[in-house]
């Protein structure tokens, strides 16, 4: 579980970073997840756009995605998820 200063520091590390995963009409498919999921294992932090034609909530498919790829997530803005999961040797040090 993160606190209130460690996810203003990793929304910090995602202001200069693009959307690695968009989701658009087709919503939240396996292979989005998937998506997601390789690239919280290379990355430990993922922003991902949602885009307009996608129907869903936003916030409820954060809280999917979060479930789904066992991370946490950091912030919702507007149309955009961030999301955080550590790895087994972790790149980003958390303050």
């Known amino acids: 579980m993160l606190n209130s200063k460690?996810?203003?520091?990793?929304?910090s590390l995602t202001n200069?970073?693009?959307p690695s995963v968009n989701i658009g009409k087709s919503s939240l498919t396996p292979e989005v997840v998937e998506s997601v999921d390789e690239?919280?294992?290379?990355?430990?932090?993922?922003?991902?756009?949602?885009?307009?034609?996608c129907d869903d909530v936003v916030s409820q498919l954060a809280i999917t995605m979060s479930e789904r790829t066992k991370s946490e997530v950091v912030r919702i803005i507007g149309r955009k998820i961030i999301l955080y999961r550590p790895a087994k040797k972790p790149k980003i040090q958390l303050p």
Do not use: G, I
């Not at 460690?6 to 929304?11: D, G, I, M, N, S």
């Open 6 to 11: 460690q996810r203003k520091y990793l929304f």
């Open 16 to 18: 200069d970073m693009k």
């Open 39 to 53: 690239s919280l294992t290379a990355n430990e932090l993922v922003k991902v756009s949602v885009l307009k034609n």
